[in-house]
């Protein structure tokens, strides 16, 4: 899956990602799109993928969710743990 | 899986579910724990599966997640939806 297909979750309104992701298959040359957040974006990732597959494209399937830890380097050098979500949405055969 | 196996997130500390994580393993009959967690608490379900994993369980896997929508009613009658997360952690055989 190359870049094009991942739409990183941050502050913005939840809508604005589902724009992306529906945009993404709309026009983008893969069935699938990975849904990635870090942190307190977690939950607005899941907000995207459910508003996605339940009110715009009803024939996506959640083909992957992974959960992970990422280590930052803050400010000072200081090493900081951060929880990540990936969500594989799918078109259905 | 009976709901003793079943932890909900709300807004303590993620310590505290760490620690109910790591005992319901450590006591429990069940060799899978199940967490889970709705809306702004989905992100801290996230970090108490990592912690967990990370920190103090390193023979754990994460067996299922699962995303959904569940739908609320308001103080007025309204309904709201709101995303849920699942995440089943179990034993390494």
Do not use: C, H, W
């Not at 941050?10 to 709309?26: D, I, R």
């Not at 899941?46 to 996605?52: P, Y």
């Amino acid at each position: 899956m190359s870049d094009d297909n991942v739409i990183y979750i941050g502050n913005k309104p939840v809508m604005s990602y589902v724009l992306a992701v529906v945009t993404q298959f709309n026009t983008g040359l893969s069935d699938e799109v990975l849904i990635k957040a870090r942190g307190r974006a977690i939950s607005r990732a899941v907000d995207t993928a459910e508003v996605v597959r339940n009110k715009f494209m009803r024939g996506l399937d959640v083909k992957d969710i992974k959960i992970g830890t990422e280590q930052l380097v803050g400010g000072e050098g200081d090493k900081i743990n951060v929880s990540s979500l990936e969500i594989t949405l799918k078109a259905k055969a």
